[in-house]
């Protein structure tokens, strides 16, 4: 048995994916300098994340406090971008409602990919469990995503677990079969005959072989689904279907501010300024990502 590890592990070293393509001839800082487009968005991100962090510190008003004296008031001095209908401080509520954003998107991101590569993989490699899973995750798109998480977030409650839940559930059977198409096309490679040919177990080949190789694709749709968890977040605390409305977020403050977009129209245009150039940045890092860890395109750069 040992022998048998051994040579499996000789046999398929040079197979062991794009991750180990990646850790071998980039690196993170190298990728960065020859990647100028993931650099600007991970500089995005992390301005991003350094607001919904230290949201406290870099407010002086609270986000919440009703002054109705001081409504509608236009972007000044006191009031950096301005005041919405009910005289609360709009600078105030976007900056705090980056926390509610980025925080649904990771959350979602995470769970998401874990999930699509856990079915992802059981599908491409079991062709009984392939038929049972890909049907249920072909129902569940067959309902436009954004209804279908209106309707959970509707059974389940407002709140911002009920969110994450919502939109993962829609996520999920998207990765599930991106991942299982992978899986479908590694499983016929030579490495996994080689793996089957001399009796590594398939619980190893999977987890030792095959979805080291889909890491990459991973990480790249990761990405993908972190930018559409905020911008579902966004649109379901739009409609008001989301985050409850005494929760500040990028969605909610544009919800809340649509009616007077005319007159004051700063209420949606900062928190919808912010929610862009967080997808701009989530999006910039998913196509460095892309061109890193694809090979064809790194050896021709």
Same mark, same amino acid.
């Given at each position: 048995? +040992? *022998?048998?590890? &051994?040579?499996?592990? #000789?046999?398929?070293?040079?197979?062991?994916?794009?991750?180990?393509?990646?850790?071998?001839?980039?690196?993170?800082?190298?990728?960065?300098?020859?990647?100028?487009?993931?650099?600007? +968005?991970?500089?995005?991100?992390?301005?991003?994340?350094?607001?919904?962090?230290?949201?406290?510190?870099?407010?002086?008003?609270?986000?919440?406090?009703?002054?109705?004296? $001081?409504?509608?008031?236009?972007?000044?001095? #006191?009031?950096?971008?301005?005041?919405?209908?009910?005289?609360?401080?709009?600078?105030?509520?976007?900056?705090?409602? %980056?926390?509610?954003?980025?925080?649904?998107?990771?959350?979602?991101?995470?769970?998401?990919?874990?999930?699509?590569?856990?079915?992802?993989?059981?599908?491409?490699? *079991?062709?009984?469990?392939?038929?049972?899973?890909?049907?249920?995750?072909?129902?569940?798109?067959?309902?436009?995503? &954004? =209804?279908?998480?209106?309707?959970? @977030?509707?059974? =389940?409650?407002?709140?911002?677990?009920?969110?994450?839940?919502?939109? %993962?559930?829609?996520?999920?059977? %998207?990765?599930?079969?991106?991942?299982?198409?992978?899986?479908?096309?590694?499983?016929?490679?030579?490495?996994? $005959?080689? !793996?089957?040919?001399?009796?590594?177990?398939?619980?190893?080949?999977?987890?030792?072989?095959?979805?080291? *190789?889909?890491?990459?694709? =991973?990480?790249?749709?990761?990405? =993908?689904?972190?930018?559409?968890?905020?911008? %579902?977040?966004?649109?379901?605390?739009? &409609?008001?279907?989301?985050?409850?409305?005494?929760?500040?977020?990028?969605?909610?403050?544009?919800?809340? +501010?649509?009616?007077? !977009?005319?007159?004051?129209?700063? @209420?949606?245009?900062?928190?919808?300024?912010?929610?862009?150039?967080?997808? &701009?940045?989530? *999006?910039?890092?998913?196509?460095?990502?892309?061109? !890193?860890?694809?090979?064809?395109?790194?050896?021709?750069?």
């Amino acid at each position: 048995m +040992g *022998n048998r590890r &051994l040579l499996s592990d #000789e046999v398929l070293a040079p197979e062991t994916g794009l991750v180990s393509y990646w850790t071998r001839t980039l690196g993170a800082r190298r990728a960065l300098r020859k990647n100028p487009t993931m650099a600007g +968005g991970f500089v995005i991100l992390m301005v991003m994340a350094v607001f919904a962090i230290f949201s406290a510190q870099l407010t002086t008003k609270s986000a919440t406090r009703l002054a109705t004296l $001081e409504r509608l008031e236009a972007p000044s001095s #006191e009031h950096w971008f301005g005041t919405d209908q009910l005289g609360r401080d709009v600078y105030s509520r976007t900056v705090y409602g %980056s926390r509610v954003s980025l925080l649904v998107g990771a959350v979602v991101a995470t769970v998401s990919i874990i999930g699509g590569a856990f079915f992802g993989v059981i599908t491409g490699y *079991n062709r009984t469990l392939d038929k049972i899973i890909m049907r249920f995750a072909d129902g569940l798109m067959s309902f436009p995503s &954004l =209804l279908l998480a209106i309707a959970m @977030v509707a059974i =389940l409650g407002t709140t911002i677990t009920n969110v994450i839940i919502a939109i %993962s559930v829609v996520q999920i059977p %998207s990765i599930t079969r991106v991942v299982r198409s992978s899986v479908l096309s590694l499983r016929e490679r030579e490495f996994v $005959e080689a !793996a089957r040919a001399i009796g590594a177990h398939p619980i190893r080949i999977v987890f030792r072989h095959v979805l080291p *190789n889909t890491i990459a694709t =991973l990480l790249v749709y990761g990405t =993908l689904t972190f930018a559409l968890a905020i911008l %579902s977040e966004a649109s379901l605390s739009f &409609l008001g279907a989301g985050i409850p409305l005494e929760t500040p977020t990028w969605g909610n403050g544009m919800g809340e +501010g649509r009616n007077f !977009a005319r007159q004051a129209f700063w @209420v949606i245009f900062y928190p919808g300024l912010f929610l862009s150039i967080t997808i &701009l940045g989530i *999006n910039l890092i998913g196509d460095g990502l892309r061109d !890193a860890l694809d090979p064809r395109i790194s050896r021709r750069a």
